[in-house]
């Protein structure tokens, strides 16, 4: 019940952990805000002690926001988590404080294609057994076995943000493209749908892995599907370690049935950079291993920091939570001339009608309104012309629904 506090336009706090990208710092202090970075992540003690009086929390993967941290954290209003994972931070324990959480879910997704795209090239015209040969002192000038990517066939299995992406640019380099997904998703360009997964197997001379790690895609492509796949197809997975079984992907190798493979992300990845990488797939040729740097980019680290600070930004000064990964999106625009009361409710029968009755018993004029709700809970915004009293605050607060109560106001 202590979270039912009113939170206006003053100085906004900021405390940014693990070296986060200086475009996130500038976009931060443009907004007025008064911003602390801190270059290492903090553990939980640490950042109980750090969290009273900020307003706003970055992180990336290192720090995790506890049910501890969250309970020490009396201003905070929301959390940017600066990258794509948000498992670091206790999403129910900030949704019941009405804490907004954002994240960077489509910055990295055109270096991961733009790797794609390499190693599609590089694998078809054997580029790294050449480069290798050459290092070696051997030249080898021969055209057997290179081939051009144009007319080629790429299988995309998992048309989401990146397959997509992906599919656009190999058309523009002249592949055909066919792309498999659970989900029923739109063709973009001549790209051609298939029903299932095994036609695309059969019909591709590359194949590329997109998928989500939704737990039901663990080992889901290992011996059978590779069986399946064209003598000569080459594969790629740069989605997510657990969904290949890398003990078959080595005996298709080395059997000689696919004639390479790129792959960026692995069951079991080191902790630490330096740290020793074991894998079945060392040593096997034409086969490109990169480690887990399909995202890893400048550029996507510039567009995390830039995209994430903008939703934070939005949420402190519009209470807007388009794609926040915890609380119901909405997205109002603001108008200076009237006050926005932010109300994070629980979802249950009768609060709209609760707020409005309120509003109408102190005769507030409503000239906007927006509600949506996700899962347990709500976020409706409502915006109001002219002066209200503090009991209408008051009353709002006092409801029995209430998880946490904003209002911006201009004046
Ligand atoms: N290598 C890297 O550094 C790096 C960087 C960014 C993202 N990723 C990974 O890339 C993957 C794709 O990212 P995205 O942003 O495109 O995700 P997304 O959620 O937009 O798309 C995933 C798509 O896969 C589909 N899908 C899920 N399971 C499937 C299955 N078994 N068969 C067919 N389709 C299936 C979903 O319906 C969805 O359309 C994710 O696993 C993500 O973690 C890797």
């Not at 969290?51 to 990336?60: A, D, N, Q, S, T």
């Not at 931070?89 to 954002?102: E, K, T």
């Not at 790209?191 to 590359?206: I, K, N």
């Not at 609060?351 to 409503?366: K, M």
């Amino acid at each position: 019940m202590e979270r039912k506090v009113m939170i206006d336009q003053a100085k906004v706090r900021v405390l940014l952990l693990e070296n986060i990208h200086p475009d996130a710092v500038s976009r931060l202090e443009a907004a007025g805000y008064q911003v602390e970075s801190v270059a290492g992540a903090l553990d939980e003690a640490e950042l109980v002690e750090r969290i009273p009086g900020v307003r706003l929390l970055g992180i990336r993967s290192k720090s995790r926001v506890t049910a501890k941290v969250l309970a020490a954290a009396d201003s905070l209003v929301a959390i940017g988590a600066f990258c794509i994972g948000t498992d670091q931070i206790d999403l129910a324990g900030a949704s019941q404080a009405g804490i907004a959480v954002f994240n960077a879910p489509f910055s990295n997704t055109r270096s991961v294609v733009e790797l794609a795209l390499a190693e599609i090239i590089a694998m078809t015209r054997r580029l790294t057994e050449k480069n290798n040969l050459m290092h070696q002192g051997i030249w080898d000038k021969a055209a057997n076995g290179s081939h051009e990517v144009r007319g080629r066939r790429l299988g995309i299995v998992g048309y989401g943000n990146i397959g997509t992406q992906l599919s656009v640019l190999a058309e523009n380099l002249g592949m055909r493209v066919s792309f498999y997904d659970t989900a029923d998703k739109l063709a973009l360009g001549n790209a051609q749908r298939c029903s299932t997964m095994d036609e695309l197997l059969a019909g591709s001379d590359v194949v590329t892995l997109h998928v989500d790690g939704r737990p039901g895609n663990a080992g889901f492509f290992g011996a059978e599907q590779f069986a399946k796949m064209r003598p000569g197809t080459l594969f790629l997975n740069l989605s997510r370690g657990i969904v290949v079984d890398h003990a078959s992907l080595r005996d298709a190798l080395v059997s000689g049935h696919l004639a390479g493979a790129a792959v960026d992300v692995f069951p079991t990845e080191p902790k630490g950079r330096g740290d020793e990488f074991r894998s079945e797939l060392r040593g096997l040729p034409n086969v490109i291993l990169t480690p887990h740097i399909g995202g890893s980019t400048e550029e996507a680290q510039s567009d995390i920091g830039d995209f994430v600070a903008t939703k934070l930004v939005n949420f402190v000064q519009e209470g807007n939570t388009t794609l926040s990964v915890n609380l119901p999106s909405v997205a109002l625009p603001a108008s200076t001339d009237m006050s926005r009361v932010i109300h994070v409710h629980l979802n249950m029968p009768g609060v709209l009608a609760q707020v409005n009755s309120i509003l109408a018993e102190h005769q507030v004029n409503v000239e906007g309104q927006l509600l949506s709700t996700r899962g347990e809970y709500g976020y409706l915004i409502t915006d109001i012309s002219g002066s209200y009293s503090d009991d209408v605050l008051e009353q709002l607060r006092g409801m029995s629904q209430t998880v946490r109560l904003r209002v911006l106001s201009n004046e």
